[in-house]
């Protein structure tokens, strides 16, 4: 879209315009009323305040550099002025250095803006009859009180024009647009309005003159103090109303007034929250199903036999590990891992495989509601053609436009900023980066993998346990815990290094592809740092999961990392203990992360900019520089709230086998974060300008993509993570004849069947244990249950035929569970339709109504008229051929 407007352009940064042709805002004092949303007038509202500092009193640049920057405001100022924008300067209370330039849109630059912008507003009241839900009166326990935040009249509604005026709904002109609508029409006109040329280049936009400190913020008001009510009479304090009904923390178990939301922030944060509470719902029932299957699990610990032995001074007692690492390790007594095995038995039970299942069709419920609850937002906030019509091209596009294409369909001359070959090469170039860069993390997490290996030698010198050894340290500090919780730990602060770094490249990759609209760029920016993060917060876990453990070979035959370190190995009960721990730390330390940045951080900013001016008690500040000591929101806006939260999603999905308390866990955090977020938004930061979105945008298809993923995550975890498997194959098979010597199915004689028999004597030179062997016995045990044949046999150390049992039992277990619970997926999406008949029928019968209104208004017009003219062609008719005589 390109608006013709009637600007003045300094033609060069050498030359200057005539002073006399530029416009100037009114320049008035404050007028000691701090909660005022108007000019000096008191008619004129508030739609847009833009501060810069004086450049006279500015001494951190140069006079020449003060005189450029102080030249592109006037001019820029002057546009504005031309483009029928008011404003109004006042200077600080404050800080004689800051000015405020308040800006106010009359009504005809409103109503022409809303036309060019499809905005569409209430044509009549909803006739529509609403059904009420059965549930009515439960839900009304947890609403908002309805006398405190009336609810919304509900309105049909058309894209403005202006010809159309008399058919809107309009009782009073400075009503008829809300202020959210007010401040969006403002901003479109301040990012498209110029203020200097160079080398034929167009430069313009308020973002630009924010980036070069031309203007130091540009933000809409909030309409009142979070902690009182207005004293302006006129002011109907909705950020109070959010802050107390929605944002303080004694609403935690109420419902969001979201469409009061909706109407103080627009769309884009009213989605954003009304996702996070039906995602925060949701997961009370999983919640609830994982915490059932926990207690399970630690109701029946103590009928783990396996565990039972482990712990039996008579059967794990007895029984002697092999060395972990070359050398430097010793023997050890299988006694040691009796802790970890209990703790193992509570997650690595028959519930979590139930629950495993039951998240894999959870998922699938929780997306397809979410459609049909993000079509009746659609419908109810007016965005369900809202792509179509209202979306505009970015300014930043707009000024490249400079190459002409034919478009196909119409077969006109299109500006495009660059051509084909062009785009060819800014996708080559940005698909490199991206490459590159998840190149560099899985990098840094082979240096994990490294340290992990080289640190376990030396955990094991000094944490050395010896068979006989029984201190009750040596329970729970094992070297396998101490490189695990080191390797955990460091994990994560590399995790936290690479997003901060990231987040600038993903920013810089995405500016040079140039998207065309803003819901373009912030789509491409979303599928490029998921990837990222998707690599940076998962592979630590994938490792864990999939890879550790299960290719080491076996102690006479090692496999080495890079030629130098030993394979690590997995405990006796597997890595499902340790990838719980990996989980919980990347959980629990990026939830407390993310408070301090978006809670603690901007808080004592703001206590800091509030108590570094001395005078601020004793003079009235009025509401504009209130605000502007809080907060920016950030280009990003939301991009992180949401990021965070598909992050949990994917830790609550793609490895909850692992992990039933997982749902509660991020039930917790959201009704936490909810708040927060909330209180962030009304109490910390400056009032957003409000954005329209029609849904989730790109994170729709990669909630998708988890869900899909995260039942090939879970089948795998429990065939080959945890000892589920074994263990079954063990008792229907292996514990019976012609296997196995007891007459009933049992799993007594599990651990001594498992643990494959190594000969000291094999050991090699290189792997021999420096510290002597004072025991009688000739065998150690291997610490995986790698299932080989014992030394003296003729396959010695070569794989039995329980493990290809093992394997065939895993193979079948995956292809088994997948299948079930895809199918299931794909019947619980054919039966459950995104859109709900309910909201098509509301959808339909808006736009008949809304054609029928606005075309019936005009055929109405067009028979009169037509009556008219065809009445005097009559009359001049009955003239023409009228007798003489008469």
Known sequence: LVLELNQVIIPTYGTMPDQQNLHTPEWVDFDDRPDSLFFKDGQRRIDFVLVYEDESKKMTHRRSDRKKQKRKRQVYESNLINNGLQLEATRSVLDEKLIFVKVHAPWEVLCTYAEVMHIKLPLQHNDLKTRKSA???????????????????????????????????????????????????????????????????????????????????AFPLHD?????????PSCPSERYLLYREWAHPKNIFKLQPLDFIRKYYGEKIGIYFAWLGFYTNMLTVAAVVGVGCFLYGYLTKDNCTWSQEVCDPNIGGNIIMCPQCDRACTYWNLTITCESSKKLCIFDSYGTLVFAVFM?????FFLEFWKRRQAELEYEWDTVEYLEQEEQVRPEYEARCTHVVRNEITQQEEHVPYTACGKCVRMTFCTS????????????VVGIIVYRLSVFLAFSSKLSQHVNGTEALRKYLTPQTATSVTASLISFVVIMIL????????????????????????????????????????????????????????????????GKYRN?????????????????????????????????????????????????????????????????IGKLGLFYEYLEMVIQFGFVTLFVASFPLAPLLALINNMLEIRLDAWKLTTQFRRMVPQKAQDIGAWQPIL???????????????????????????????????????????????INSTLSVFNISDFKNESKPSSPWLGKQTTCRQVYRDLRYPPGHQHQYEHNIYYWHVIAAKLAFIIVMEHVIYFVK?????????????????????????????????LKGVKKTMGKIADKIIKGADSTFRPKDE
């Open 499 to 562: 997003n901060i770094v990231y987040e600038k490249v993903a920013i810089l990759i995405t500016d040079f592809e140039l998207p065309r609209t803003q819901t373009d760029y912030e789509n491409s920016l979303t599928t490029k740092m998921f990837l990222f993060q998707f690599v940076n917060y998962y592979s630590s876990c994938f490792y864990i999961a999939f890879f550790k453990g299960k290719f080491v070979g076996h102690p006479g035959s090692p496999v080495y990392w890079l």
């Open 568 to 632: 690590e190995e997995c405990d006796p009960g597997g890595c499902l203990l340790e990838l719980t721990t990996q989980l919980a730390i990347i959980v629990g330390g990026k939830a407390i992360w993310n408070n301090i940045q978006e809670v603690l951080v901007p808080l004592v900013k703001n206590l800091i900019g509030r108590y570094s001016a001395a005078a601020r008690s004793e003079k009235v500040v009025p509401r504009w520089e209130h605000d502007y000591h809080l907060q920016p």
């Open 224 to 232: 009142s103090s979070f902690r009182h009510l207005s004293t302006d």
């Open 135 to 217: 549930f009515n009166w439960f839900s009304r326990l947890f609403r908002v009180d309805e006398n405190i935040i009336k609810p919304e009249q509900e309105f049909f509604t058309a894209p403005f024009q202006k010809e159309h005026l008399s058919n809107f709904y309009i009782q009073d002109k400075d009503t008829f647009f809300n202020p959210a609508t007010r401040s969006r029409i403002v901003h479109f006109i301040l990012s498209r309005v110029e203020y200097a040329t160079k080398n034929n280049v167009k430069k313009f936009g308020i973002n630009k003159l924010l980036d070069t400190g031309i203007y130091k913020a």
């Open 433 to 444: 980066a991206i490459f590159f860069w998840i190149l560099l993390i899985i990098a840094s």
């Open 826 to 858: 794909f019947i619980i999406s054919y039966v459950i339709p995104d859109v709900s008949e309910k909201t098509k029928s509301k959808v339909k019968r808006e736009k008949y109504l809304t054609q029928k209104l606005l075309h019936e208004n005009d």
């Open 360 to 364: 894999g069709i959870w998922v699938t």
């Open 704 to 750: 998708q993509g988890i869900a899909i993923l995260a039942v090939v995550t879970n089948a795998l975890i429990i065939a080959f993570t945890s000892d589920m498997i074994p263990r079954l194959v063990y008792y229907w098979s292996f514990s019976v004849p012609p296997y196995g010597s007891h007459s009933t199915h049992t799993m007594e004689g599990y």
